[in-house]
């Protein structure tokens, strides 16, 4: 696989791992847990990196309070402009799915 298509497939994992710590899924929240596997990982996109560490911040699993806060959050930390809608996206992913995904970033 060339350089720029493992790149890819990487970002996708991480948006889609963000869009299931932002709403969940069927099965329930895996906001805690997907917060403290991804701690020590650098993600590939710096936009991603940014959603991640505000996250981090919002003291909540609730999606609406994730989706309320998330924007004002970014603006605060000099990203006025940034759209989050791309992170509340259908991601399709079970809590298991979701862990998997996580783990293997």
Avoid: W
Wanted: include cysteine; charge should be negative.
């Amino acid at each position: 696989m060339d350089a720029p298509v493992a790149r890819q497939r990487i970002i996708e994992a991480e948006r889609n791992a963000l869009r299931a710590l932002c709403q969940g899924t069927a099965q329930g929240s895996v906001h805690a847990e997907g917060l403290s596997i991804l701690a020590p990982y650098a993600f590939v996109d710096k936009v991603h990196q940014l959603v991640f560490d505000t996250l981090r911040e919002i003291l909540s699993a609730d999606p609406e309070v994730i989706r309320a806060q998330l924007p004002s959050r970014l603006n605060n930390r000099g990203f006025p402009d940034l759209d989050v809608e791309t992170f509340f996206k259908p991601h399709g992913l079970s809590a298991a799915e979701a862990i998997a995904l996580m783990r293997s970033l």
